[in-house]
């Protein structure tokens, strides 16, 4: 498994990964990522501004979004404790390699990618009802920092990894 940047060759696949994200979440009565949320038009800014990541094994099988220091949603939370971050968003993998290790295999990269940026923080952030994502969390380490507010008024638990 290699984690690199994405491509605008890997849009079909990437977005059979969100399509079933979408669709867990909503078998799971989340609304997050529903109303055509990230769409293909999203991952090809996220591929154009060098932030989307695939994780492949003969083909994509995870994705993931990171940059430095740019969520301004998280700014108004006082509960960080570094003040230089890497943050993930649009973080997916494949159904068929779901709870096999490779959301945590992309975990590890992007730390290995803050860590060669000399950043010491990882921050994410998920819906309370993603009971799935916020396991995942736990289990890889990641602590609450308290609640923030997207754009549109929809609060997230945001959550940061030390290293």
Not at 41 to 51: P, Y
Not at 128 to 150: S, T
Request: proline fraction near 2%; charged fraction near 30%.
């Amino acid at each position: 498994m290699i984690v690199r940047k994405a491509k605008y060759s890997d849009l079909d696949e990437m977005m059979v990964i969100v399509r079933q994200a979408q669709s867990d979440l909503k078998q799971m009565n989340v609304d997050q990522w529903q109303n055509g949320y990230p769409n293909k038009e999203v991952l090809m800014k996220d591929i154009e501004f060098n932030k989307a990541y695939v994780l492949e094994d003969d083909s994509v099988i995870g994705l993931m979004v990171c940059s430095v220091n740019d969520e301004t949603t998280y700014n108004p939370l006082n509960t960080w404790i570094e003040k230089e971050y890497m943050v993930i968003h649009r973080f997916a993998v494949h159904s068929d390699v779901q709870r096999k290790g490779c959301a945590s295999f992309l975990i590890s990269e992007a730390v290995k990618m803050a860590k060669s940026l000399n950043l010491n923080s990882l921050r994410i952030d998920t819906h309370e009802k993603n009971v799935r994502m916020r396991r995942f969390l736990n289990k890889n380490q990641f602590e609450e920092r308290g609640i923030i507010y997207l754009k549109d008024g929809n609060p997230r638990i945001a959550y940061e990894l030390l290293f």
